[in-house]
């Protein structure tokens, strides 16, 4: 689903609707929240959900076990084993088609040969984001800035949030989760001058943006 889609214009307004029915409710209001930006993720392709809801999983688990630890080494260790595996995951969606193409090429040359058959991998949308969103999260575990939180459908809405699943920003677990461990306000002056970002946001990528 793209920002500048009908689709979208039909999505947003029906977030907001539910994101007011819950305002009472902090954790039913993350929950929608989680199901609402999973559900924005299924909409370009369901198939990859198991990929997010692994790694937020994977590193929800992670995060917890390098707070757990005192010694220095043990977390260290920790950390890296799991940037390794989210980076991992990212490597072989961005880089494996490349990667076949050149040994492909290279035993062609030489041998006339092609060891291996090529299927193309799509590159899951945002992969990126959410991938360097859970990095982020680990990172300042492991440095004491923050505390693993236990609330897993607030970590799991800070990694999955919709607004910048796709398109970042990539935001630091310090800033953006508390936000959703404390209760929101709504503020009608904030919502005025979010609607009014909004609103100057879609007219430079629509009228301005795609016309050059």
Known sequence: ?????????IYLP???IGYFIFKSNLKAQNVFILISSLGFYAFWDYRFLPLILV????????GILIASQDIVRLRKTYLILAITLNL?????????????????????SMFTLK???????????GISFFTFHSISYLVDIYKRRVEPTKNFVAYASFVSFFPQLVAGPISRA????PKFLQKRE?????????????????FKKIVVADSL
């Not at 689903?1 to 214009?9: A, K």
């Not at 058959?117 to 899951?124: D, G, K, S, T």
């Open 1 to 9: 689903m793209l920002f500048n889609s009908i689709d979208f214009f």
């Open 88 to 108: 991992l995951g990212l490597m072989f969606f961005k880089y494996f088609n490349f990667i076949i193409e050149i040994i492909n090429y290279t035993f062609k």
């Open 115 to 125: 060891i291996i058959n090529q299927h193309e991998v799509i590159l899951p949308i």
């Open 14 to 16: 029906l977030f907001f």
């Open 55 to 62: 790694q937020i999983i994977v590193d929800y688990i992670f």
């Open 174 to 177: 310090e800033d953006m989760l």
């Open 186 to 202: 709504i503020d009608s002056e904030k919502m005025s001058q979010g609607i009014s970002q909004i609103t100057l946001g879609f």
